[in-house]
C-alpha cells in the first residue's frame, strides 16, 4: 500500500476499499497506489487516480470509487447522491487510465501490459447496460461484497485480457508482460510522479514552489515509516529527513487522529519551526524542543546560571523528569508515537530514559521513528550514546534501519564545495538540484577590518541579484566578537543586522549551532580562524550545508594554503 496509510479525509468508500486491500491475503503480493495526483491528464490540468492496482502476472487496473448511497444514469447525465455530475465515473476512470498510459508508453513500459479501468460503487445497487462501458467493469454494492476484494479485481483484469485477446490489439501481440519486476519499475516510475510532500515553509518559493517530489529514498522511508513501528533513519544534512519527520506526523495523524505524538528536537530554533510547520495538524501532538517539555512536566524554573550550565540540562532536569515519572501512581506510557529529528543530539542516557517512560511499550517494544546524521552533526551530544550502544543497551526488539544519501537542498556547485571543505567521505550519492550555476565565494581576510569589506561586498552583490536582506543569514562558531556584531556599526548596516528568529524580516546573524537543522536563500560563513580538528570540521559542514542558493565563506588568511591545497588542488 503506497502510501501506508489512507487519511480520515478520504472518503468513506475509498478507506474501505483501502482497509480490504491492506487486509487481503489474496493481494499479499500486489502493489497499490492511492490516490494519485495526475499532474499531465488527457482531460484536465490537473486529475486523480483513486487507486491504481498493480498485480503481478495479470496487469494493471485503474479503479475509480464512489461511495455515494444513490446512482443514477439518465439521459441528462450522472446523479451520485443526489447532485448532477457533468463526468460521470466511468469517463473518469478512463481518462485517468489513458493519462497513465500515456506516460508510461512514453517510457516504453506500456507494450504488452494489460491495463484497465473498472468503478466500484460501495454502497449503491447499478445495474444499467451501457455502451460507454463493460459489465466487467462495474462492481457494485452487492457484487463488491458477495467475494474478496481480490478476487473480484482478478475477475475483471483477466476477463479484460480474454477482450483484449479477441480483439488481437497489436500491442497485446506479444503475450503478457506483467512480471513483478516490471510492475515493481512502473510503480518506482509513477509515485515520484505523482506524490508529493509539503516541504517545510514550503522550501522558499521556486526551490521552493510549494511543493518538493519525494526521491525514492525518501519514498522507501515513508513506506518503511508505515510497516515498521520503530524506525532509524540517517543521511547528511541535505537529504530531507525533517521533511520525512514532518510528514511522518502528518500522516500519523491523518490515518490515526487520536494517536498522541511527541515530535521533539534539541535545537530552539529548529523547535519553533517544526512548530510553525505542526501548526495545521490536528491535536494531539507536543511539538518543539525536548528541554521545553522537561521544563513544562517538571516546573522547573531554571535560575540565571542554570541556563548556562550543560549540567543541569543534561543531568539535574531530566533526572527531576525521571523521578517524576517513576513515582508511585505515576502512569507511563503518555505517547502512541515518539518522533525524533535531529535525533543525535537526543541521545544522552537521561534522555533516552525519559524517552522509554514516555513512550507506551518503552523504547524496545513502543512505536517510534528517528531522524538523524549521527556521523558529521552530532555537535552537542557528542557520542554521548552511539548507534551501537543504543542497539545493544535500548532496543532488543527488531528496529529498521534506512539510509538516506541523496542532496535534495543544496546546488550542484554547493553540494560539491561541501564535499571537499569539510571532508565528507563518504559524500552524497548525488545531487538532485539542477537550477543554479554559481560557486560559492571563497574569501580571505587578514583583520575584522577586512572581513567586514568583504561581508559589505557581498550583501551588496546578493541584494542586487534580487535577494531579500532576510532572505541572507550570516553564520559564526562563535557567538562572542563575531562579524555581525562588527557590520551592526558600521554607517551601512548600523542597527539592521539582528540575531535571527522564526519570520524575521532583517539581515540576521546566528551560530552555526543555532541554526543547525534550518536553511537559508544565502549563507555567509564568518570568522572561519580554526581547520584543526574534527569539530572544526563538523561546524563548517553543518555551516554550509545550510545553504539553497548561495554560499560564501570567510576564511582567516592564515588557512589560506591548507584549504587551497586540500580542497581546490
Known amino acids: 500500500m503506497l502510501p501506508a496509510f489512507c487519511p480520515v479525509s478520504s472518503p468513506p468508500g475509498e478507506r474501505e476499499v483501502f482497509r480490504m486491500l491492506e487486509c487481503d491475503v489474496g493481494a499479499r503480493n500486489w502493489i497499490v497506489l492511492h490516490s494519485l495526483d495526475i499532474a499531465d491528464h488527457v482531460h484536465a490540468a490537473q486529475g486523480e487516480a483513486d487507486f491504481v492496482v498493480l498485480i503481478p502476472d495479470e496487469g494493471v487496473i485503474v479503479v475509480e470509487v464512489k461511495s455515494h448511497n444513490s446512482v443514477l444514469y439518465t439521459e441528462q447525465g450522472w446523479w ?20 497513465i498510459r500515456k506516460y508510461l508508453d512514453q517510457r516504453g513500459l506500456s507494450w504488452s501490459l494489460p491495463i484497465v479501468s473498472a468503478v466500484i460503487f460501495t454502497s449503491a445497487p447499478f445495474q444499467v447496460a451501457s455502451p460507454e462501458w463493460h459489465a466487467w467493469q462495474v462492481l457494485d454494492k452487492q457484487s463488491f461484497h458477495a467475494r474478496t476484494i481480490s478476487e473480484n479485481l482478478l475477475k475483471i483484469i483477466q476477463t479484460a485480457r480474454e477482450y483484449f485477446a479477441s480483439k488481437n490489439l497489436p500491442w497485446m501481440r ?11 519499475k512502473i510503480a518506482q516510475m509513477l509515485r515520484p510522479r505523482f506524490e508529493v510532500l509539503a516541504s517545510p515553509i514550503q522550501r522558499r518559493k521556486q526551490l521552493e514552489d510549494g511543493l518538493i517530489r519525494c526521491t525514492e529514498q525518501q519514498f522507501r522511508i515513508l513506506d518503511e515509516a508505515g510497516s515498521n513501528s520503530r524506525l532509524l533513519v540517517s543521511g547528511l544534512a541535505g537529504t530531507g529527513k525533517t521533511t520525512l519527520a514532518i510528514e511522518v506526523v502528518r500522516r500519523e495523524k491523518a490515518s490515526t487522529p487520536g494517536s498522541v505524538v511527541g515530535f521533539f528536537c534539541f535545537n530552539r530554533l529548529l523547535g519553533k519551526s517544526l512548530s510553525k510547520e505542526c501548526s495545521a495538524i490536528d491535536e ?7 528541554h521545553s517539555w522537561m521544563l513544562d512536566f517538571s516546573g522547573i524554573k531554571p535560575s540565571t546560571g542554570q541556563i548556562h550550565d550543560p549540567a543541569f540540562w543534561n543531568r539535574i532536569l531530566p533526572e527531576h523528569c525521571i523521578g517524576k515519572l517513576t513515582a508511585p ?21 537521561t534522555y533516552l ?26 555537535i552537542y551530544a557528542q557520542g554521548a550514546v552511539g548507534m551501537r ?69 557581498l550583501l551588496n552583490g546578493f541584494l542586487a541579484e534580487g535577494f531579500k536582506a532576510s532572505e541572507i543569514i550570516l553564520l559564526s562558531p562563535q557567538r562572542d566578537f563575531c562579524l555581525a556584531q562588527a557590520l551592526n556599526k558600521t554607517p551601512e548596516w548600523k542597527g539592521r ?40 570540521y563538523d561546524l563548517l559542514y553543518v555551516g554550509m550545508s545550510r545553504a539553497l542558493h548561495r554560499l560564501a565563506l570567510l576564511c582567516k588568511n592564515s588557512l589560506q594554503q591548507r584549504i587551497k591545497e586540500s580542497c581546490f588542488s
Open 80 to 99: 451520485l447522491g443526489g447532485k448532477h455530475s457533468e463526468r460521470g465515473p466511468f469517463k473518469q476512470a478512463s481518462e485517468a487510465l489513458h493519462s
Open 174 to 184: 506479444d503475450g503478457v508482460d506483467a512480471s513483478k519486476d516490471r510492475l515493481e
Open 284 to 290: 494531539g501532538i507536543r511539538v518543539g524542543t525536548f
Open 329 to 349: 501512581g505515576m502512569p507511563s506510557g503518555f505517547l502512541d508515537l515518539l518522533v525524533l529529528d535531529e535525533a543525535q543530539d537526543l541521545f544522552l542516557d
Open 353 to 378: 530514559d525519559i524517552f522509554d517512560q514516555l513512550l507506551k511499550g518503552g523504547l524496545q517494544k513502543g512505536r517510534w521513528n528517528m531522524f538523524g546524521d549521527f556521523d558529521r552533526q552530532d
Open 389 to 457: 550502544e543504543f542497539y545493544q543497551e535500548h532496543i532488543d526488539e527488531r528496529c529498521a534501519l534506512q539510509k538516506l544519501s541523496e542532496n535534495c537542498r543544496n546546488t550542484q556547485e554547493i553540494s560539491a564545495a561541501l564535499t571537499l571543505h569539510a571532508r565528507l567521505k563518504p559524500g552524497y550519492s548525488r545531487v538532485l538540484r539542477e537550477d543554479t550555476r554559481h560557486d560559492p565565494e571563497l574569501l580571505f581576510y587578514e583583520d575584522e577590518e577586512e572581513q567586514v569589506r568583504h561581508v559589505i561586498g
Open 497 to 536: 543586522v539582528k540575531e535571527y528568529s522564526i519570520g524575521q524580516q532583517t539581515l540576521a546573524f546566528s551560530t552555526i549551532h543555532a541554526f543547525k537543522g534550518l536553511e537559508a536563500s544565502a549563507v555567509i560563513l564568518t570568522d572561519i580562524c580554526s581547520l584543526e580538528t574534527a569539530r572544526d
